[in-house]
């Protein structure tokens, strides 16, 4: 655990997030992909898909196609979103260039390697959403870091907090948790030519997570 007289490292413009952790079950990953999903980031360029999704959601079109305010606050106060800033997962539909991603997928693995957080992250708020990431899904047992400068060339690691039994703390960086992955050109070319490149998820799966968290969400508590 870091201590106060601690020099911590600059966190650095745009730090690439490692995650390496034990897998959890596809009843799992249902709900932390859900529930870490960014609602104001489903609008991509594939609209068969964001047509899909919003009515996957219950979420009410605009205006100009994209959903309401008042829908998406909706869904997120009935689905129990969680409210990250750094930390939330795109693995229903991402207009990224590497397509879908996040640090859990929905086979249950917990894991990540290829994409940078933001841009200048501070150590409380990433702090603030692990924490809430933890308690949220007590059954995850993880270690993430942040490497400095997108994890180019030899970059070290500047921040590493584990997450396990509910509660996360930051840490002393040690070894890589897991080899910064460069996605190749090709693969990023092909995207530009592949129908779906921008879905994470089938329908199929995704309406099946949220009627499931819908319905662990509305569930009447249990009397002794």
């Not at 709900?31 to 899909?52: F, G, M, P, S």
């Not at 196609?65 to 606050?73: G, H, K, P, R, V």
């Not at 890589?176 to 050109?185: C, F, M, N, Q």
Request: proline share 6%.
């Amino acid at each position: 655990m870091l201590t106060d007289d601690v020099t911590r490292p600059d966190l650095t413009k745009w730090p690439r997030l490692l995650v390496a952790g034990s897998p959890v079950t596809p009843e799992q990953a249902d709900e932390i992909l859900v529930r870490t999903a960014n609602l104001y980031l489903l609008d991509v360029n594939d609209k068969a898909w964001v047509h899909l999704v919003y009515a996957a959601f219950g979420l009410d079109p605009g205006k100009y196609a994209n959903a309401t305010t008042e829908s998406i606050e909706a869904v997120i106060e009935e689905l129990d979103v969680l409210p990250l800033t750094w930390l939330y997962t795109s693995r229903i539909a991402s207009s990224w260039i590497g397509g879908p991603h996040g640090w859990c997928d929905w086979d249950g693995r917990i894991g990540t390697s290829t994409y940078n957080i933001g841009k200048h992250p501070d150590r409380e708020s990433l702090l603030a959403d692990w924490a809430m990431i933890a308690n949220a899904f007590p059954f995850l047992d993880l270690t993430a870091q942040l490497l400095a400068d997108e994890g180019e060339g030899d970059a070290p690691p500047v921040a590493q907090w584990r997450i396990r039994e509910g509660a996360a703390i930051e840490e002393q960086p040690g070894a890589l948790v897991a080899t910064a992955e460069r996605i190749g050109d090709e693969v990023l070319f092909l995207r530009f030519f592949t129908p779906g490149a921008e879905q994470g998820v089938t329908e199929e799966r995704l309406t099946a997570a949220i009627e499931r968290v819908r319905a662990t969400r509305t569930a009447p508590a249990r009397t002794a």
